[in-house]
C-alpha cells in the first residue's frame, strides 16, 4: 500500500508504503552518532578548529544517514577530508616541515583508506562506510590531539596567517626543515 503522510517534522511529505515507513523509522532510531564535538578537540586557532568542526560534523551525518545517503554523504567527506589534509599539508610546507615528516604521511595513508573505503560503498557495501566513520571518530580525537595540536602550536609560534602564507615571526622558523610532527611519534 502507498501512503502519503507529512514526516516526523512537519518539513514536507514522503511518498513511500507503510512497511518502508516503519523500516525506516526504526533504522533512523537506532542509528547514532558515535563521534560529537568536545572541548578537547580544540586547538585555538581558529582556522583549523572550524576545519574539523566540520568533519565531525560530517562524520555524524554518515553515521545517521539513511541506506540511500551514505554513499554521498561519506563522497562529501573525502573531498571535505582531501581540502581539510591538503591544507594542512601546505602549512608545514609553508613553515619548514619536510615532505616526508610523519603528520603528512598520515595524511596520506588515511585518505588512500577512506578512497578505497568509497569505492567499496559505490559498489553496496555501506556497513564499511558506518563502520570507517565511526572508526576514523576514534582516529581523529587521537590525531588532533597529537599531531594537530603540535602543528597548531608552531604556527602560532611562527605567526603564521593561513589567508596570506604568511610567516609573520619569520625568526621563530627553525634553520633545518622539521622531519617530526611534534606528536606523540617524534622523538
Ligand atoms: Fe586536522
Ligand atoms: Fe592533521
Not at 81 to 98: C, L, R, Y
Amino acid at each position: 500500500m502507498t501512503c502519503i503522510k507529512p514526516d516526523s517534522q512537519g518539513l514536507g511529505y514522503h511518498d513511500r508504503t507503510q512497511g518502508e515507513h516503519q523500516m525506516n523509522e526504526t533504522a533512523q532510531a537506532e542509528r547514532s552518532a558515535t563521534v560529537a564535538w568536545s572541548d578537547a578537540l580544540c586547538l585555538d586557532l581558529d582556522f583549523m578548529d572550524d576545519t574539523h568542526r566540520e568533519f565531525i560534523d560530517l562524520l555524524a551525518a554518515i553515521e545517521v544517514a539513511d541506506d540511500d545517503q551514505v554513499v554521498a554523504r561519506f563522497a562529501a567527506m573525502v573531498v571535505h577530508t582531501e581540502g581539510h589534509f591538503g591544507a594542512e599539508d601546505q602549512w608545514m610546507k609553508d613553515t619548514h616541515f619536510s615532505s616526508s615528516n610523519c603528520h603528512a604521511v598520515q595524511h596520506d595513508v588515511v585518505l588512500q583508506v577512506l578512497r578505497e573505503g568509497l569505492r567499496r560503498g559505490e559498489g553496496g557495501d555501506l556497513t564499511l562506510l558506518r563502520d570507517l566513520a565511526r572508526e576514523l571518530g576514534v582516529w581523529f580525537c587521537q590525531h588532533a590531539q597529537s599531531m594537530d595540536a603540535a602543528l597548531a602550536l608552531h604556527l602560532r609560534g611562527v605567526g603564521y596567517d593561513a589567508t596570506t602564507g604568511q610567516v609573520l615571526r619569520p625568526e621563530a622558523l627553525p634553520t633545518d626543515a622539521i622531519s617530526g610532527c611534534g606528536g606523540s611519534c617524534s622523538s
